[in-house]
């Protein structure tokens, strides 16, 4: 079986994409897998690292409020969609799988041409506009959330879910977590995770609220994010921080941190969601305001909706944010509810049937 793996962007897109390919080699071992991302991205590095081959494109996003500025990211999709077709061609893969992030639409639309089939991922409960084009020629849409038959055709759609790392479920004791992190187990502890790039209102936030932080006697495991790590270790230094706040720009080791944590604050990115909810965290949801189609405030409304998270608006973070995180991880029932109810709407082993899709795809064309 050959098989191209096309997206990324952040690691929303690109941990999924890797739990898939796992998943694939599991089953067969003497799989060929080619993953296809965007030049410059971090799938050009995460990839690699494991295991796997990567070819960049050139593809950029679109920018939906200069139209002018997209005149240069048309010449970028002009040359990736050439390169795309030389990399089909070389590579002739069986199916074409898309994970969303900048380099599927190239790819999948390729491979669409060239008679390929295809399997689109939508990880959110919103579709994206890519997306929607790729459904036409899509021979399956393996969709999280219910519901999606609004934006795709029903015969085409399966619910698996959307996969997760698979270390997360490793075995691990909070013991060992505590003592990795150096934290106090007679304290609460907050795990934040901004995604893998940050998230700068949910950093300030943080910041200006440490006093109240210290005053109620919180530990902060804080994901500040590689861009915003020293500008966040210069103002922990001036406000004199506590030894409570342990800052990373990246956490390696995520089966420990949420081991660790009594409460997650969060973006409400699809990958993010899947992983609470495997594991049952509660959970306080800060969208990002700077996605498409706003479809992280849609997500997090399907947990809202179901007391399976509290949300707060990137607009409020700062004033109410961490207020709102003390009042939660001090009352033991809502921590519980939340914890409850965010697990009951997970959906477990979705590489594997995404897997067993690409199988009836792939045998069909056989």
């Known amino acids: 079986m050959r098989v191209i793996i096309s997206g990324g962007g952040t690691g929303g897109h690109i941990f999924p994409a890797i739990a898939i390919a796992n998943a694939i080699k599991l089953r067969h071992a003497d799989a060929e897998i080619l993953f296809v991302g965007a030049e410059d991205r971090m799938e050009m590095t995460r990839v690699p690292a494991a295991g796997y081959k990567i070819v960049g494109l050139p593809v950029a996003g679109f920018n939906r409020k200069n139209l002018l ?3 240069p990211v048309l010449k970028k999709l002009a040359t990736s969609l050439l390169k795309a077709r030389k990399v089909v061609k070389t590579f002739r893969p069986d199916i074409a799988i898309g994970v969303g992030g900048y380099a599927s639409g190239p790819l999948l639309k390729i491979a669409s041409r060239n008679g390929i089939p295809t399997l689109i991922q939508e990880q959110n409960s919103y579709a994206g506009v890519t997306n929607k084009l790729l459904a036409v020629k ?3 849409i393996c969709v999280a959330y219910e519901g999606m038959e609004k934006f795709f055709p029903k015969d085409k759609i399966v619910l698996t879910g959307n996969p997760c790392r698979q270390d997360l479920q490793s075995d691990t004791s909070l013991e060992e977590a505590m003592r990795f992190f150096e934290l106090n187990p007679m304290k609460k502890t907050i795990l934040v995770i901004g995604g893998s790039l940050g998230a700068r209102t949910i950093n300030q936030s943080i910041l200006m609220n440490l006093k109240l932080l210290a005053d109620s006697g919180i530990q902060i495991i804080w994901q500040a994010g590689e861009r915003y790590q020293h500008e966040i270790a210069l103002g922990l230094d001036t406000k004199g921080a506590t030894s409570d706040i342990h800052l990373h ?3 390696d080791r995520m089966d420990l941190a949420y081991k660790a944590a009594d409460l997650v604050i969060s973006r409400a990115g699809a990958s993010s ?6 594991l049952g965290k509660a959970t306080i949801l800060v969208p990002s305001p700077n996605v498409a189609e706003d479809h992280q405030t849609k997500n997090a409304q399907a947990l809202v909706d179901h007391d ?4 707060v608006k990137d607009a409020d973070a700062i004033e109410n944010l961490i207020p709102t995180a003390v009042r939660v991880i001090k009352d033991d029932s809502v921590l519980k509810m939340l914890s409850s109810n965010i697990k009951a709407m997970a959906l ?4 594997n049937r995404i897997v067993d899709e690409i199988e009836k795809i792939v045998s069909k064309k056989a």
């Open 348 to 351: 477990p082993d979705s590489a």
């Open 273 to 278: 969601i899947s992983e609470l909810s495997l």
């Open 69 to 71: 500025k997209n005149i």
């Open 249 to 251: 720009d990246f956490i």
């Open 138 to 140: 899509a021979a399956r």
């Open 308 to 311: 399976a998270a509290v949300m």
